[in-house]
Structure formats: structure tokens, C-alpha cells
């Protein structure tokens, strides 16, 4: 579904993501996983047309969309939602959600995924009015989330959703992450919680400063000395 080939990208001087391959395929969840200034959300910014490619290719759907502008990329079925921190705090939730669904144009098909998101998040619709400035940690992550999905993306990327949350919310975010997948929804997910990204992917991938180290299954790179010992703090 998604094949990265050969991806170099820059900002200014700084040379952030060298040569990374990557590919998902349908209906799976793959892990993105490196410390901190791996090059995790650059990745994801590479791929949603936020940050240019200087070299490489993205293809999504046997379509070449390196470097394309990032609504398009929506508009083709990729969407992102960013760390939560990153919603508009000052409008509500509603309206947050609205702007998810920019690219979309028929009404009652906007009707639906707000039903649909408001199923899988009750308390973003018990909050619907609420300004999201004022919606707690894990209601502004599920916010994050609910607006990436707004635009009924079929390549759903997801950007530390697991940021700043209580261990409770962890889980829960993690099992509504397994659920969208089950409705249909590939998921890339960028996380620092390797442990729990491990265990709902069915790949991942290891980036240490801009370039792919390491790429298996989830459970071997779980069961993996090296993988344990960096990013899982276990041996
Ligand atoms: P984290 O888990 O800390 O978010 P990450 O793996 O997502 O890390 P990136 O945010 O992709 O890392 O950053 C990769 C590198 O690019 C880092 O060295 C970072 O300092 C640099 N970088 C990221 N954004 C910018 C920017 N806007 N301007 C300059 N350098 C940047």
C-alpha cells in the first residue's frame, strides 16, 4: 500500500532522514520505533508532503506521491494525526473535528464519521463543545486521533498518540488503535512506548539517527537482545 524507497530529507543544514526504506501493506500496523531525534516524525511528515523530499521515492497505491501537496495527500486517503499538543485549543472539539474532514464535501458522509468517531471516543461527544484548550491530556490525544480520522483515511498515521498519558489511558488508546485497524483502517504509528507499539503491530521498524537499523516482525523485534536492551529497558 505505502513503499518508501530511499528517502532523504533535510531541514536546512541538518540532514534527518538518510536513505530510510519502509513499506505497509494493507490492513496492517506497522511500528516506527528510535530514540529521541531518530527521525520518527520526520518520517511521517516526508510522507504526508509537510516536509519536501530532497531524494527518493513515495508511493502510495501504485501511485508516485513524493512531493506532493499535503492536501492531496488527504484527499488520496492518508492523513495524520499529530502528538496531541497539536490541536486548535482555542476552537471546540466540534470544530476541531470539523477540520479534519476539510477535503470532504458531502454532508451526510461527514454526518457518519462524526457518528463513527464519537462511537469510538464517547467522551469527545459528551465534550463537544468543550474549547480543546481545556480538554485533559488523553482527551486532547483522542481528540488528535478522532480529527485524523475525520477524513476516512485508508493509511492512517499516528504520531506518539501514547504521548504524556496515564498508564490506564495507555492501554485504552492502544486497544482503539487495534480497533480502527479492525474496521479497515492501516495504521503507521510512530511510538516511544516500543512495548505497547510491539504489541498490537504486526511489523516494525528501528530508526537510529535517519536511518533504518533494523526491520522484522513485531514479535521478533520484541524478543530481539538489542531491541530489549535500547528501546524496552529490559537485560
Ligand atoms: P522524538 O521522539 O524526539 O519526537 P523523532 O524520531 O520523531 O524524535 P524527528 O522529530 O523526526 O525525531 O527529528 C529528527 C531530527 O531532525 C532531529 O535531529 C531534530 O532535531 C531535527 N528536526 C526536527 N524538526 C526540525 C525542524 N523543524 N528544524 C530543524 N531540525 C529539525
Redesign the pocket.
Known amino acids: 500500500m505505502l513503499e518508501v524507497k530511499n528517502l532523504n530529507s533535510y531541514?536546512?543544514n541538518?540532514h534527518?532522514?538518510k536513505g530510510v526504506n519502509l513499506e505497509v501493506k494493507q490492513g496492517e500496523i506497522v511500528t516506527?520505533i528510535?530514540?529521541?531525534?531518530?527521525?520518527?516524525?520526520?518520517?511521517?511528515?516526508s510522507i504526508t508532503g509537510l516536509?519536501k523530499a530532497t531524494s527518493g521515492e513515495i508511493w502510495f497505491k501504485g501511485k508516485n506521491i513524493t512531493n506532493i501537496p499535503p492536501s492531496h495527500i488527504v484527499k488520496m486517503g492518508i492523513s495524520l494525526s499529530p502528538?496531541g499538543r497539536e490541536v486548535f485549543p482555542e476552537l471546540t472539539v466540534e470544530e476541531n473535528l470539523q477540520l479534519g474532514a476539510y477535503t470532504r464535501k458531502d454532508k451526510k458522509v461527514i454526518k457518519e464519521t462524526y457518528e463513527r468517531v464519537y462511537e469510538l471516543f464517547p467522551r469527545l461527544f459528551e465534550r463537544k463543545k468543550q474549547t480543546a484548550g481545556t480538554l485533559s491530556g488523553g482527551e486532547q490525544q483522542m481528540l488528535a486521533i478522532g480529527r485524523g480520522l475525520m477524513s476516512e483515511p485508508q493509511l492512517l498515521l499516528l504520531?506518539?498518540p501514547s504521548l504524556g498519558l496515564a498508564p490506564n489511558l495507555v492501554l485504552k488508546i492502544f486497544e482503539l488503535i487495534k480497533t480502527i485497524n479492525e474496521q479497515g483502517t492501516t495504521v503507521l504509528l510512530?511510538e516511544?512506548n516500543a512495548s505497547m507499539a510491539l504489541s498490537i503491530a504486526n511489523r516494525g521498524y528501528v530508526?537510529e539517527?535517519?536511518k533504518v537499523m533494523l526491520t522484522d516482525d513485531a514479535k521478533a523485534l520484541n524478543n530481539n537482545a538489542e531491541v530489549r536492551r535500547a528501546y524496552l529497558g529490559i537485560g
Not at 35 to 42: F, L, P, Q, R
Open positions: 531541514y536546512g541538518i534527518a532522514l516506527l528510535g530514540s529521541n531525534g531518530a527521525g520518527k516524525s520526520t518520517t511521517l511528515n516536509l502528538e504520531d506518539e510512530v516511544q530508526l539517527t535517519g
